[in-house]
């Protein structure tokens, strides 16, 4: 079965540390992709960052960067210089060819709480 | 370019009662998608649309839900005789082209509690 596993339910980090959220995922295709969405209160899916399975370079984007590890089929997000406005539920992504990209597979999340 | 709006933000609704939701998609996009998201899990999968065709539905999707797009513009969402396990966050997303790095634009979600 296609599962994300996401272990930490919550985090906490200091304002201004990096915090290493968890994301493992179980798929047999070869190619596909995981995303990292973050939810506020206010409940919207906000777009972080994307990887390929056949990037070969890891992604950033600004603050956030995912460590991709393919072989033992990770994608942990890195959140640097923490910052209040991170205080959020973070959820790990996969979205599959299988059925032609129609939909995106999520994890539970892990909530993130950054204290002053 | 105001993003995915949907209407109405909470629903609180007596058992038995049918509910209706919106979804304005962003204009120029084609695909629209609904997830439910319940209370300390991620958003699942129920249904895709394609312009106005509903190309896939989740088995999550029980025989009193149904979805509609027509014109291919915005969508509804109706659950008829609603029952608590009815009770999550309804997400509508929408997204412009067609791959594995397509980015998803989520909505802000309709909150339903059955009492």
């Known amino acids: 079965a296609q599962k994300i596993t996401q272990t930490q339910p919550g985090m906490f980090v200091q304002e201004k540390e990096a915090v290493t959220l968890d994301c493992t995922y179980d798929?047999?295709?070869?190619?596909?992709?995981l995303f990292w969405y973050k939810q506020p209160s206010s409940g919207e899916m906000i777009f972080l960052i994307y990887?390929?399975?056949?990037?070969?370079q890891n992604a950033t984007e600004g603050r956030y960067s995912l460590n991709f590890q393919k072989a033992r089929k990770s994608a942990n997000l890195v959140i640097s210089a923490s910052q209040l406005g991170d205080s959020a539920m973070y959820f790990c992504?996969?979205?599959?060819?299988?059925?032609?990209?129609?939909?995106?597979?999520f994890g539970a999340g892990t909530r993130l709480a950054v204290h002053p | 370019d105001t993003g995915v709006s949907q209407d109405p933000r909470h629903k609180i609704t007596k058992r038995g009662q049918n509910v209706t939701f919106r979804c304005d998609p962003i204009?120029?996009?084609?695909?629209l998608y609904w997830y439910r998201q319940t209370l300390g899990q991620g958003p699942e999968f129920l249904t895709y649309f394609q312009n106005e065709a509903q190309l896939e539905k989740s088995r999550l999707l029980s025989d009193r839900f149904s979805a509609e797009r027509p014109k291919g513009s915005f969508s509804t969402l109706e659950i008829q005789r609603t029952e608590q396990g009815d009770s999550a966050m309804y997400l509508c997303?929408?997204?412009?082209?067609?791959?594995?790095?397509?980015?998803?634009?989520f909505g802000q979600g309709t909150r339903l509690t059955v009492v």
């Open positions: 992504a996969m979205r599959r060819p299988s059925g032609g990209y129609n939909k995106l597979i």
């Open positions: 798929t047999s295709d070869q190619s596909y992709g």
């Open positions: 997303a929408s997204s412009l082209s067609h791959g594995l790095n397509t980015e998803a634009f």
């Open positions: 204009s120029e996009h084609n695909r």
């Open positions: 990887q390929g399975s056949y990037d070969e």
